[in-house]
């Protein structure tokens, strides 16, 4: 069973900086992409980064050039360095794993088949 648990959430003032994790526990056949998505009450998950299994990576345009994805296949982890925080990426960030790609943008929801739990991200001005 495959699963996916982030970490690394937490409270900060703008302009800070956070790391977050996402360690996937289990066996994904062959090699997959990973994003990170994000949602605040009342909206829809949006996506965040995505990187695929040859290190292709897509950033939305909100995030782009403050947010890095990266991963350690060896270790099994996806992680997402934020800088230049704002009090709008206030919002639950949650990683994502593909295991059947069936073509859909990285920032579709139906592109990924796991999820992790989420963890709360909190930017103050």
């Known amino acids: 069973q495959v699963r996916l648990v982030e970490s690394g959430g937490g409270s900060v003032q703008a302009g800070g900086s956070l790391r977050l994790s996402c360690v996937v526990f289990?066996?994904?056949?062959?090699?997959?992409?990973m994003g990170w998505f994000r949602q605040v009450p009342g909206k829809e998950r949006d996506g965040v980064a995505s990187i695929d299994s040859v290190g292709s990576i897509s950033y939305s345009d909100s995030v782009k050039g403050r947010f890095t994805i990266s991963r350690d296949n060896a270790k099994n982890t996806l992680y997402l360095e934020m800088n230049s925080l704002k009090p709008e990426d206030t919002a639950t960030y949650y990683c994502?794993?593909?295991?059947?790609?069936?073509?859909?943008?990285?920032?579709?929801?139906?592109?990924?088949?796991?999820w992790g739990q989420g963890t709360q991200v909190t930017v103050s001005s």
């Open positions: 289990g066996y994904i056949y062959g090699k997959y992409s």
């Open positions: 994502a794993a593909v295991a059947i790609d069936i073509g859909a943008p990285w920032n579709s929801e139906r592109r990924y088949n796991y």
